[in-house]
């Protein structure tokens, strides 16, 4: 493999597909080779994540301390679901 040279879809600009990316995209089972510069990969990523940062936030109660808490998860039964606090100890004290 070697470099190659791809043009941007969005801003027309030529950019290097190295080796070394490649060889990532080979090892993720990655079929198509990327259509936008790194410029614009990560434009658009910032863009996705500022329009999915509305999260939906779910009221939970403590497995600790019983106080009622929102997480931006669904929690899942049998397993404990901690507030901001109580996760906060409960990680340190691992």
Same mark, same amino acid.
């Given at each position: 493999?070697?470099?190659?040279?791809l043009?941007?879809?969005?801003?027309?600009?030529e950019?290097?597909?190295s080796?070394?990316?490649?060889?990532?995209?080979?090892k993720r089972?990655?079929l198509?080779? !990327?259509s936008?510069c790194?410029d +614009?990969?990560s434009?658009? #990523?910032?863009? @996705?994540?500022e329009?999915?940062?509305?999260r939906?936030?779910?009221t939970?109660?403590?497995?600790?301390?019983?106080?009622?808490?929102?997480?931006?998860?669904?929690?899942r039964?049998?397993? !404990?679901?901690?507030?901001?606090? +109580?996760?906060t100890s409960? #990680?340190?004290? @691992?």
């Amino acid at each position: 493999m070697s470099d190659k040279s791809l043009v941007c879809r969005e801003c027309g600009t030529e950019f290097v597909f190295s080796e070394g990316e490649q060889e990532f995209y080979q090892k993720r089972g990655l079929l198509n080779e !990327p259509s936008r510069c790194p410029d +614009c990969r990560s434009a658009r #990523r910032r863009t @996705r994540d500022e329009e999915g940062s509305a999260r939906i936030m779910h009221t939970v109660i403590c497995a600790s301390c019983g106080k009622e808490a929102q997480v931006p998860f669904q929690p899942r039964l049998g397993r !404990p679901v901690y507030c901001n606090e +109580c996760f906060t100890s409960e #990680r340190a004290a @691992r």
